[in-house]
């Protein structure tokens, strides 16, 4: 079952006794509970029927007799476990998943990890409950994910200020959302965001940023290759050498799948690398300047200056000399 499903359900009235929401993704998680909290009664309702617990305190018999409660001035109550990966003895709740009151509506965020597929919790839980388990989304997956939320603001955004937005904040949906909604409202009357938008409210340099050394790389553009090098070491937070080295491996990879590929064509190669057909041809550009055997060369390089930046074989040259070394080095 999805977010929008069980919202869906939720908003016509219907609900199940008891929910279990776990995973590796904590924004779908968070969406569901904040709903849960703050949708499912109204204000004055919530005064008597909301109660809500948190893993690392909660004593299951409390929980358990907090459910059994019957509501009070309103049809239905919510109880809520928060944080529930981190309670004790948390298998002792199942007495009550296998019985549930159905005036009760029981959700419980259980983040970061899945209850044990062998256990009886899980067992019971599959019989009794509802249960909704997450997953992170691919890094592909990112741009269509952060483009649907601006639409959901009412904006379109173009296709390099999507790459900047998602590629200075990465696997991180709440941030995403925040970020958007920032520029919603800095944004006035306009409803497009561009790349001097992502810079002016956000603070990545359109110019200066990740996207723009792997693109003057692919390029072969050696000076422009140095100069934001040069503004990554005045300005250390922009980009350190920690994100700047997984990047470039990250699209140099992809680059160099293109030659096992079999074919050329743009729009099955996108599909093949999981990248947005947009970009392809910066990738099959890179194909070409480097040719196989450069960009096998490259793959090694950046492993070699991977362990370079954390000290191995390295007496402590700082990122932007190790970064302007890698550079000549893959280019030459």
Known sequence: MSVDKILGEWKKGTFKPVYWLEGEEPYFIDQVMDHAEHRILNESEAAFNLTVFYGRDADWAAVINSCRRYPMFAERQVVLLKEAQQMRDIEKLEGYIENPLSSTVFVVSYKEKKVDGRSKLAKTLKQKGEVFTTKKIYESQLPEWASQMVQKHGLTINQKALFLLVDHIGNDLARIQNEIEKLAVNLGVRKNITEDDIENYIG????????????????KDLPKAVRIIQYFKANPKAAPIQMILPALYNFFSKVYMIFGAGSTDEKSLAGSLGINPYFIKDYILASRNYQYQGVEKILLLLHEYNLRSVGVNDAGTDDAGLLKELVVKMMG
């Open 204 to 219: 990545v340099s359109k110019e200066f940023n990740v996207f723009e050394l792997q693109d003057a790389v692919a390029r």
